[in-house]
């Protein structure tokens, strides 16, 4: 068996991992590359492989980061099956489409103003190439096995999102373990994560919080005081959101904050048309979380959901305070912008980022305390308070994925650590030997393991590396 670290390998996006066994080839997630340019140019450079060798693709979940390279990927000529969790299939359905449209929206919006440096500015793909892939994707129950172009494949429940996955594939002789995006053992909305179906030979382990604790702050706890400081002032609160997984932490705190009068009654817009169907989803599916039916009624009545262009236009005409849940999470994207740009000048307001800002991303820049972001191509002041709301990750920190690794009932024979940056990798890397020790590798962009019999050659790649 052999793995080639295509993505996520010393940074935290564009996962993907060429797996190699029984002469086959599979692709384990499919990811955009996002964050810094030199990183995203990755989206448009050729991949390091034939495709139309590929055999089939494997999802662990649905997260841009993880699927939203394959519309870009059947462009090239990928016809094969897609295979992934049927929440995963759901979400891909909403996620993919959205990430296609967007991409358009985008590119059509930098041809009109004439600020790209691309004439004329094209999207990695389109909203009509993403209906296109969806076509390919078989979507399978967890604990069950399937033949995936050759190799077994199984999937058990990972935590993080709905329908998140951990993968195990075996070629007859080698268990290989990912991971996935583990998430959080207490987390208030998802289930835990699961062990694996047997202890791996082999594991690829995130490494997101690897050197991080999510620490004792309540985060409800702190949004209402958040919320209440600026309702005081006569602000407004602006929320840039993940639409899938945070939009739903955060609508149900606001929920029951306002069901506890602990905050005041202002109007609450979920303000993302992905984020209202993922919303939609998990409010009629309460078997694949910890909120039982009457809650997910509750929750579907507190907040207002908003659709149309027209309707995300008149919150911005408002001149009372309210809450914009929208996305992107790190501003990168969409609806968000439009609300930066007339909420972030003002003092009066607050930009609190509810998750984790990849270097590079305009979230991290305001973050970071930039006086002005570019939007749209021009320049934006921001003047209105910046604040982070803590542990609402969706990952676990590196004391619950020691825990995790601990109880998956045997040693690797190898560890590789992919989707974090450098220095949470590395962290990780020593916790894990100090603690379990465990042999621990992390690869380089396009570095090459070749696993046998419990013994690792790993070939380096002949390629600059890129730090993130």
């Known amino acids: 068996m052999e793995i080639l670290f295509i993505g996520a ?157 951990l993968l195990e594939v075996n070629d007859g002789e080698e268990n290989l373990l990912f991971s996935g995006d583990l998430g959080r053992l207490e987390d208030p909305l998802m289930n835990p994560p699961e062990m694996s179906i047997e202890p791996p030979d082999y594991l690829v382990m995130e490494s997101t919080y690897g050197n991080r604790q999510h620490g004792s702050t309540d985060p409800k706890e702190q949004l209402k005081k958040l919320i209440n400081q600026t309702v005081e002032r006569g602000g407004t609160v602006l929320i840039p959101s993940f639409a899938v997984g945070r939009a739903q932490t955060l609508s149900y705190f606001l929920q029951q904050l306002m069901e506890e009068e602990a905050i005041p009654e202002v109007p609450v817009y979920l303000d993302s048309p992905m984020a209202v169907r993922v919303s939609k989803i998990f409010n009629s599916n309460p078997e694949l979380h910890r909120l039982n039916a009457d809650e997910c009624t509750d929750l579907d009545a507190a907040i207002t959901y908003t659709n149309s262009v027209e309707q995300s236009k008149a919150i911005n005409r408002r001149t009372d305070p309210c809450v914009i849940i929208s996305a992107s999470g790190m501003a990168t994207g969409g609806r968000v912008l439009h609300h930066l740009k007339v909420y972030g000048p003002d ?38 308070r910046v604040n982070m709301l803590e542990n609402l990750s969706a990952h676990a920190d590196y004391n619950e994925m020691l825990e995790w690794m601990e109880k998956l009932g045997g040693q690797p024979d190898m560890t590789f650590l992919v989707h974090g940056s450098p220095e949470s990798t590395d962290a990780f890397r020593l916790r894990i030997e ?35």
């Open 9 to 165: 390998a010393e940074t935290v996006t564009g996962s993907k991992f060429l797996v190699k066994a029984n002469g086959s080839k599979v692709l384990v997630d499919c990811g955009l590359y996002q964050g810094y340019k030199h990183l995203r140019r990755r989206n448009w450079a050729p991949l390091p492989f034939e495709v139309e060798d590929l055999d089939a693709v494997l999802l662990t979940h649905a997260h841009i980061d993880h699927s939203g390279y394959l519309p870009r990927l059947i462009k090239q000529g990928y016809e094969g099956p897609i295979y992934c969790t049927p929440a995963t299939e759901r979400l891909c359905q909403i996620l993919l489409p959205d990430s296609g449209r967007i991409q358009q929206e985008d590119a059509n919006f930098a041809n009109k103003k004439g600020f790209s440096s691309h004439d004329p500015a094209q999207p990695l793909y389109t909203e009509d190439d993403a209906h296109e892939v969806l076509k390919l994707f078989e979507p399978q129950a967890y604990k069950t096995s399937f033949d995936a172009g050759g190799i077994k494949a199984t999937y058990a429940e990972a935590g993080h999102i709905l329908g998140a996955a």
């Open 347 to 384: 003092e009066r307001n607050l930009i609190l980022f509810a998750g984790y800002q990849a270097p590079g991303t305009r979230g991290d820049k305001i973050m970071s305390g930039a006086k002005a972001v570019k939007i749209h191509g021009g320049y934006v002041p921001i003047r209105a």
């Open 434 to 468: 100090d603690k379990l020790g465990w042999d621990c590798r992390v690869p380089e962009y396009l570095g090459r393991a070749q696993l046998s019999n419990g013994e690792v050659n790993y070939i380096t790649p002949a390629v600059p590396r890129i730090h993130s």
